[in-house]
């Protein structure tokens, strides 16, 4: 028993050796990975497409890289979060790849570049985002309720109180306008009353002869 035990050990160590060693040689001969470098993104019309742009460079010399096909992505929250796919572009002599994309909403845009690798160099990913100004409305909603009651109402209350000011105001001056032109007249003296009718009879009523001048003649 205690020699199969050995044996089963022996077997062990020597495949665990030999993965290890697997392994150690696979990534000593792996490339190494591409330096992407994201191009900021500026969007400042609305409905105008924008530049998505990214730099490839060499690792150890840092110089522009030529021919790597690099993916381009958006983070979507439609369904669910995921990356979108968006275009693709293999990078110029200057190491630069472009693709055009035109916003469908507005907002933070998270951009991914992914290059899946080659034989000179391993793969990478490099991410950016910008803010984006969103499509242009292909239509107008309809005012709906009392949205347009609601706008006009300031204008309607202002309207009002100048009319009522304005109307005020006009009383005002038409009331001191008719004060300044009514004519003061002038003082009348009274007229004689007519003497009454008895005090006339009186007066024209013969007065009776005294009895003791009537005798004497």
């Keep these: 028993m205690s020699r199969k035990r050995c044996f089963l050990f022996a077997v062990a160590l020597a495949a665990s050796l030999a993965v290890v060693w697997l392994s ?6 792996a490339p190494p990975p591409a330096v992407l470098t994201p191009v900021p993104t500026q969007a400042t019309e609305t409905g105008k497409p924008v530049t998505l742009a990214v730099k490839a460079t060499d690792p150890a010399t840092n110089r ?24 693709q572009a293999t990078t110029d002599p200057a190491g630069m790849a472009a693709v055009l994309y035109k916003p469908s909403w507005e907002g933070p845009t998270q951009v ?53 000011w304005a109307t005020l105001i006009g009383v005002v001056l038409h009331t001191a306008r008719g004060i300044r032109m009514v004519p003061v007249s002038p003082k009348v003296p009274a007229p004689a009353t007519a003497p009454s009718l008895s005090a006339a009879r009186r007066r ?12 004497g003649s």
């Design 112 to 164: 991914t570049y992914r290059f899946a690798g080659n034989a000179q160099y391993g793969a990478a990913q490099a991410t950016s985002q910008f803010v984006a100004v969103g499509p242009i409305p292909l239509h107008k909603n309809a005012d709906f309720g009392l949205d347009t009651v609601r706008s006009l109402a300031p204008v309607v209350v202002i309207a009002l109180v100048v009319a009522v």
């Design 64 to 87: 522009p890289v030529a021919g790597l096909q690099v993916q381009f992505f958006v983070l979507t929250d439609v369904f669910g979060q995921r990356l979108m796919s968006v275009g």
């Design 24 to 29: 150690s040689g696979s990534a000593e001969g």
């Design 204 to 215: 024209t009523r013969p007065e009776p002869e005294s009895m003791d001048g009537g005798s």
